[in-house]
Structure formats: C-alpha cells, structure tokens
C-alpha cells in the first residue's frame, strides 16, 4: 500500500499561525499577557492540528486504514456495466474516517464517454464507495489509487495522497452468438460445425471421475478393478481440432471488429465440441494452446482472456510478420489435420502464398475483410479473396463493422455452394 505522507498547512492555517505569532509578539513587547496567550493559543490551534494529521497520516502508513477494492463482474465484456466496490476499514477503530474524502480514478475507457458517479457509505471504523463503469474499449485499464484527503476540525491542516494500489480491470471483446446448426449436415463446413468424427486412440480411453461427471459414464469394470472412479473419455475429444487465424490490421475498429469475429468464431466451433486455439496477433505462444470444450465455460473464458491483451500492430511490416509468423505455427504443427477458419484483410504475397498451401477444399474457409470501416475494399484484399478461393478455401468477402451472423451465414452459405459444384 502506498504511502500517505503529505501533511501540509492549509491557507487558514498559514494565516491563523501568522495571526497568532504577531499577537504573541506584540503581547510580549506590550506586557499585556491576555494578548500573549491569545496569541499562543492560536499558534497552538496550528500545532494542535498538524500534530493529529501527522498521527493519522503515520497510522495509515503502518496500516492503519486497509483497502480492498473488487469489481463485478470481472472480466467486464465491451458495453456492458460493471460495478467498482471499494471498501475502507478502519483497523480496530483507531482511524477516524468520518472527515476523509475519498475520490477514485479510472481510466477512459472504463467510464464510456461520460463521467462517473459514485455513492458513498460511510458507518463505524469503514466507508465504501460503489460507483458503475462502462467500458467502451477492449484490454486491461486501470482504476485507482484511491485519492484521500483529511483535515483537522479546525481547518488548518491536511493530509491527501494515493492509498492502495490501482488495479487493472480486464474487458473482453464483445462476442456473438452464431448458429451452427444452420445447414444440414452433407457439407464439410456443416460437420465441422456440428463436430465432425476422426478416428482416434482416445475414443475408449479412460480418466478420474470428476465433480460434475454423468455416471452414465462410468467404466464399472474398470472402477471396481482399481477401486476408484473411472469415466469413459468425452468422445467430443475426437473431432477435429480448429485453428482460428486472426490477421490484425492497424485501423482502431477494423481491428476490434476482427477480433470479436475470431472469438465469436473460436466460441461458436468450441460449443460444438472442437478443441479450438487462436493464432495470431503478434502473440502466438500464448495463444496457440489448444482449448479443450468444457462444460463450466472454463476454455471459453480462457480463450476470451488471451484476446484481452493482443495489440494492433504499429505498421504493415509488423503485421505481415505476425501472420507468417502464425502460417508457419500451423505448417510445423500439423496444420493439415486440423480445420481452418481465418479472418484476414489484404496480404502480401508470401504470407498469402504461405496461406493458400495449408488450406484446401475439405479444411479451409475464410473471412475477407473488404476495405476498412466505412472505406471502400482495396485491389489487395479483392485479390487474397480471389486467390484463396482459387486455392480451394472457401472464402467470402465481408465488410468489416456489418452484423457477424450475417458474415457467418454467407460462409456457409458459400460452403454449400461449393460442394453443389463438386
């Protein structure tokens, strides 16, 4: 906790000491002691009240005043509203808070355009402050420190300063449900949707009973054999595993439209029972584990967290580099077994030559962004949608900022013409 160590004489007080030094003086020099203890009383007045602030400002330094601040829900989600609680106890009573002002800061993009307003409830030895934050933009922002301020009765004196830690709230990106269950299930795109079966070892494998388990699942025999619960492996763990590729460009809102596309996607496949992970964005070591689908959202929630700290990348080099970067994270790790759903922009020869040999017909579909928001499409991103299509992924354009279930339709809607034409 930091410290709190700013006791400062106010301008009253400035003006009282002066006030009672002068009549101190001339009471001395004059002989009328009535006029000296006026004086020094007023001189005492100032003592008085940085003797008290200096007390409390060391009492909250050794601990005295103890913070806790919580936010709910946490991780927030873009537009929706979390509370702050930011609770002040008193240890043992022995810090009076009924003359403390508080105040909290937050950063911008928590507060949604406006300001924030805050309640405050103070009882016996504690206060709390609530107030409701809005957050408007994706990543970790920061509220606090809390902001104190004491003076004594008098008026004379004050201490203020920063107490507690701040704390860095986590905001998802907004994502959006997408049926999966759209088109019957004839196409490859439609079985990856619904989960499409692979032949693997771990079909009748067998693991620890786990809280929350259907005891349909139990292996008797195997239990009674080692004397413990065994359960039959989630046979979902055989459907093919999906890769999410995410191509980050340098525009602000493209950029957040493309990374709620990829998470809404990523969610979408892992609900339907795929292991997902997503690639890209500069950050492919944290992001390339596979998520297994749970049943408590757990690999959901985990998912969503990594799409917290990706950043935009500062120039075309940079963004090039970061998807060759994940191309080749797919190459050396077996893309070729896996399914393939990328959202990208216009790219440049090499990594959209990369792209257009990992996927084929049977694994690859794509999301085309055409122009940014509210700008036209480039002859680069026409041509990365022609060329994959060329390639055999099935790919369709979108127009970065439109509705994502619209965008999602269309691709499978894309993917149910091309097995027409087969």
């Given at each position: 906790m930091d410290d709190v160590r700013r006791v400062q004489v106010t301008a009253r007080g400035f003006a009282l000491g002066a006030v009672g030094v002068g009549v101190a003086a001339a009471g001395i020099l004059l002989g009328v002691q009535v006029l000296a203890q006026a004086?020094?009383?007023?001189?005492?007045?100032?003592?008085?009240?940085l003797v008290v602030l200096g007390t409390a400002a060391r009492t909250a330094n050794r601990g005295g005043l103890t913070l806790v601040r919580r936010v709910v829900p946490h991780p927030v989600t873009v537009d929706d509203e979390a509370v702050v609680e930011v609770d002040l106890t008193s240890a043992g009573g022995v810090h009076r808070l009924d003359r403390l002002e508080i105040a909290e800061q937050a950063a911008r993009e928590l507060s949604g355009g406006g300001g924030l307003r805050a309640r405050v409830h103070r009882s016996r030895g504690r206060l709390q402050l609530t107030y409701a934050i809005h957050p408007s933009h994706r990543g970790r922002w920061t509220v606090g420190p809390l902001q104190v301020q004491r003076q004594d009765l008098f008026g004379v004196a004050r201490w203020s300063g920063p107490l507690g830690p701040p704390m860095k709230v986590a905001v998802r990106p907004r994502v959006v449900?997408?049926?999966?269950?759209?088109?019957?299930?004839?196409?490859?795109?439609?079985?990856?949707?619904?989960?499409?079966?692979m032949p693997a070892a771990d079909d009748a494998s067998l693991r620890d009973y786990r809280a929350g388990d259907d005891l349909r699942r139990v292996h008797w025999r195997t239990s009674a054999r080692r004397a413990e619960l065994m359960v039959r492996q989630d046979e979902r763990a055989a459907r093919r595993p999906v890769s999410v590729l995410l191509d980050l460009p340098d525009d602000d809102a493209t950029a957040e439209w493309s990374i709620s596309a990829a998470a809404s996607i990523a969610l979408a496949l892992m609900r339907s029972g795929h292991r997902v992970r997503l690639l890209g964005g500069g950050v492919v070591d944290a992001l390339a584990e596979h998520h297994r689908p749970d049943v408590d959202g757990t690999a959901a929630d985990a998912l969503l967290d990594q799409t917290v700290d990706l950043v935009l990348p500062p120039n075309r080099m940079t963004r090039d580099a970061w998807l060759r970067t994940a191309v080749d994270t797919l190459s050396q790790q077996g893309g070729g077994a896996e399914l393939i759903v990328a959202v990208v922009g216009g790219l440049d020869p090499d990594a959209l030559a990369s792209l257009a040999r990992i996927g084929d017909a049977h694994q690859g579909w794509a999301m085309v962004r055409l122009g940014r928001v509210g700008q036209p499409a480039g002859d680069d991103e026409t041509y990365t949608l022609e060329a994959l299509r060329r390639a055999g992924w099935r790919a369709v354009g979108v127009q970065p900022g439109e509705d994502l279930a619209a965008a999602w339709e269309r691709l499978l809607g894309a993917s149910d013409r091309a097995e027409a034409m087969r």
């Amino acid at each position: 906790m930091d410290d709190v160590r700013r006791v400062q004489v106010t301008a009253r007080g400035f003006a009282l000491g002066a006030v009672g030094v002068g009549v101190a003086a001339a009471g001395i020099l004059l002989g009328v002691q009535v006029l000296a203890q006026a004086g020094l009383l007023l001189v005492g007045v100032l003592a008085y009240g940085l003797v008290v602030l200096g007390t409390a400002a060391r009492t909250a330094n050794r601990g005295g005043l103890t913070l806790v601040r919580r936010v709910v829900p946490h991780p927030v989600t873009v537009d929706d509203e979390a509370v702050v609680e930011v609770d002040l106890t008193s240890a043992g009573g022995v810090h009076r808070l009924d003359r403390l002002e508080i105040a909290e800061q937050a950063a911008r993009e928590l507060s949604g355009g406006g300001g924030l307003r805050a309640r405050v409830h103070r009882s016996r030895g504690r206060l709390q402050l609530t107030y409701a934050i809005h957050p408007s933009h994706r990543g970790r922002w920061t509220v606090g420190p809390l902001q104190v301020q004491r003076q004594d009765l008098f008026g004379v004196a004050r201490w203020s300063g920063p107490l507690g830690p701040p704390m860095k709230v986590a905001v998802r990106p907004r994502v959006v449900h997408l049926d999966m269950d759209t088109r019957s299930s004839s196409t490859d795109v439609d079985r990856a949707a619904v989960g499409t079966r692979m032949p693997a070892a771990d079909d009748a494998s067998l693991r620890d009973y786990r809280a929350g388990d259907d005891l349909r699942r139990v292996h008797w025999r195997t239990s009674a054999r080692r004397a413990e619960l065994m359960v039959r492996q989630d046979e979902r763990a055989a459907r093919r595993p999906v890769s999410v590729l995410l191509d980050l460009p340098d525009d602000d809102a493209t950029a957040e439209w493309s990374i709620s596309a990829a998470a809404s996607i990523a969610l979408a496949l892992m609900r339907s029972g795929h292991r997902v992970r997503l690639l890209g964005g500069g950050v492919v070591d944290a992001l390339a584990e596979h998520h297994r689908p749970d049943v408590d959202g757990t690999a959901a929630d985990a998912l969503l967290d990594q799409t917290v700290d990706l950043v935009l990348p500062p120039n075309r080099m940079t963004r090039d580099a970061w998807l060759r970067t994940a191309v080749d994270t797919l190459s050396q790790q077996g893309g070729g077994a896996e399914l393939i759903v990328a959202v990208v922009g216009g790219l440049d020869p090499d990594a959209l030559a990369s792209l257009a040999r990992i996927g084929d017909a049977h694994q690859g579909w794509a999301m085309v962004r055409l122009g940014r928001v509210g700008q036209p499409a480039g002859d680069d991103e026409t041509y990365t949608l022609e060329a994959l299509r060329r390639a055999g992924w099935r790919a369709v354009g979108v127009q970065p900022g439109e509705d994502l279930a619209a965008a999602w339709e269309r691709l499978l809607g894309a993917s149910d013409r091309a097995e027409a034409m087969r």
